[in-house]
DNA sequence: ATTGGTGCTTGATGAAGGTCAATACGATTA
DNA sequence: TAATCGTATTGACCTTCATCAAGCACCAAT
């Protein structure tokens, strides 16, 4: 099929880093504008994937990490049993695979929870590039670090906290990322279902649906359905005052 | 007090990575001999830590990572409120500090459980000789990728099971750690205390005494303070099986 | 030997959240 | 429009673990 060659895919016509909207959040971070087009080749941008759909599977051989460009993951682990743990949830400028290098393989699945396009980044070429950009190599160095204390505040979360309380980090956690994307923070739809956001929090989905319900007869917020309305957030942040949180 | 520089520590003529026993759970592991002694150069070996101080404090400024010789540790995350979450327990051969490149400032903080010494590795030394050596950086990546996933575990362990099965996995992995370090997986010191246990595995003190009471009721081990004495190997891994755990 | 401190064990009781079940909602398809 | 499937809500009940409390074992210091 060597004629396809001469079709240029649209996605290619498409921006890259040293002109992406994303660059504050995502992996150029504090890199030169040279360096940025360096990484710009490196990068295999915008591959769709559909609602439903998954990125890379547990087990898979690493060939790459994935930055979200739009739309909205999870990343599962399913233990032997099949029971399934939610460890993560990632939009607009998130790495997604990085739990991978120590093993040569995706250490958990990453699905879409709605229609969705990534920026593949290829190991080989980005460890390469790393060695040629300390700033990059820094960067990764810092994104990964970055994980591990994010898991660890998880860790807190289900170790020490109330059921509320974990509700209220993660709503306030989420708030935060869309507002850091442009979007309100207080009002917003949540991608996933109820099941999904108790495993993630270490609790069962008639908790959080019962939780939700309180939190509305309390006023602090306005739950239909998917539909996320925060109406009184110093309560909500009152809740979690003293507890390390969720940070993204 | 120039003298003292011509009175050479007792420390400074110790063994160093390319003559060290835990060459291969440690740093060094996938490095070539020339590569190894480079490595020599940039760090200082056995720093003592008496039990009950801490290497580092969260939010101290990041200076160096730590390798842990001998000796145990536990690393801790405070919240604001005083809450104290034990995030991991380190014995010879593991790095401490991984959590701090992120920020620049430790993440949490790390006590000596008993009277220890580790090697400091300064973290510009370090980062010059990564991209210098490829292999080292990208040792340096897997095992941040491996407390990455070690987290994931610990998420799931706190998420989804049950006090016992906590405790199993607790045992389990402490277990093979020690063998992996040469000692008996069968009989060993828990350097820490129920609370501490307890801390990390989201569960109280009491609920971990009772517990290891309930496993030697069955005849699984043998309690004597902080003694063990795994005497049913299998029935322990019955427990976990299907689990996903804390791997080390 | 005595005292005090810290950590461990064990019992009694209660609260938080899990489980089971019935019903309702909402989006997609027939 | 109806039918269906996945998702969400709510109630009733039960299990697990936290809490409170008492007593014990062990070590260190006086």
Request: aromatic content about 6%.
């Amino acid at each position: 099929m060597s004629a396809a060659r001469e079709i240029i895919p649209i996605h290619a016509l498409k921006a890259v880093c040293s002109s992406c909207s994303l660059q504050e959040l995502c992996l150029p971070l504090g890199l030169a504008q040279e360096e940025m087009i360096q990484l710009d080749d490196a990068i295999n941008q915008r591959m769709p994937v559909r609602r439903g759909e998954a990125l890379f599977r547990l087990g898979d051989a690493f060939r790459s990490l994935y930055a979200v460009r739009t739309g909205f993951f999870k990343t599962v682990v399913v233990s032997e049993d099949g029971r399934e743990q939610v460890t993560g949830f990632h939009m607009a400028g998130e790495l997604m695979g990085l739990d991978a290098f120590g093993t040569d393989q995706h250490g958990c699945t990453a699905i879409a929870l709605e229609d969705c396009e990534v920026c593949e980044l290829p190991y080989h070429r980005l460890e390469n590039l790393a060695l040629e950009i300390p700033a990059l190599n820094r960067h990764l160095y810092k994104l990964m670090s970055r994980e591990i204390i994010r898991d660890q505040g998880a860790m807190l979360l289900l170790g020490n906290m109330r059921a509320e309380e974990r509700l209220a980090v993660f709503l306030l956690n989420l708030s935060q990322r869309m507002a850091a994307r442009g979007f309100s923070s207080r009002q917003f739809v949540l991608r996933m279902t109820r099941e999904e956001i108790g495993s993630y929090l270490g609790m069962k989905l008639e908790t959080v649906s019962r939780t939700f319900s309180r939190f509305q007869q309390d006023g602090w917020i306005k739950v239909q359905g998917k539909q996320i309305e925060v109406l009184d957030l110093a309560a909500i942040k009152q809740l979690v005052s003293g507890c390390i949180g969720l940070q993204h």
